[in-house]
């Protein structure tokens, strides 16, 4: 596969859609960010890496980071984390508190807020410091030492962060976090603020790909958490647009409202698109539609 062509013909198609949609509105520092950004990376199970446009660019991360607490949870041998949070798509938006509280405290995926906050708290739980755990993971799977959380937006995080405090306070009335709701917040605030590139994260997220072995060949997950990952990226990884997602592109992903998507395409290679444009739901308008061309024109989704 002549990757680069791709790539070059995926961006014209998606080039007209750069800069529709809303930048995230919720802290002043996504939305201070340039609209007209696009970059798009993949990086293939050899781990040789290729992009176009911004790829190189830093951005926030934001809600990929999910999919990165979840795998490290269970590469920590903490896979009884499903008793605590589901595997089900939610149908509602990710920082919605309305199904908590019909099935009391344990949220639906690993991807919404909630479930994240749990997953937060489990690694917390697990290697006694979850930020750190998260960055030396990004750091030797990209290469790049410089990977880091953002401060500013940590804090603007923080200080805009009562829907996420009352998901977090919320379940501790449940017993489902084990740690102090501000901990857990803490860490989760961070996770989301780190920031990393398309060429970051595609390298970082290669490990889906690989069936759970990471770039060095050592093994984070068996296949078979590897595969639960990506199951659960697929039908939860883009909160209540997973369905049309799923139609779409037809590969697991995993957005954020930074306007970065991870997609993985199991066994060949893992993708990473970068506009900062969102739809309603919160994912890049540009990103989906670049994706959904990549996969076309290769045939490489799951179905
Ligand atoms: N920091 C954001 C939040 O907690 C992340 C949400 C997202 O990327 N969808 O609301």
Redesign the pocket.
Known sequence: MDYQSVLEEVTAFARPLVGRGQL?Q?IPALADVDAERFGIAVADVNGDVYGVGDWQEPFSV???SKAFSLALVLAEGGERIWDRVGTEPSGNP??SLVQLEYENGIPRNPFI?AGALVVTDRLQSLTGDATTTMLEFLRAESGNPDVACDPVVAAS?AEH?D??AALAHFMASYGNLDNPVATVLEH??RQ?AIRMSCRDLALAGAFLARHGLRGDGTRLLPPREAKQVNAVMLTCGT?DAAGSFAYRVGLPGK????GGIVAVVPGRCTLCVWSPGLDSY?NSVAGVAALDHFTTVTGWSVF
């Not at 957005?255 to 930074?258: A, H, T, Y």
Request: glycine share 20%; proline share 0%; charged share 10%.
């Open positions: 995230a919720y934001q809600s990929i990710f920082n807020n995080e962060g829907r996420n989760y605030f989301c909160y957005s954020g409202v930074g919160g």
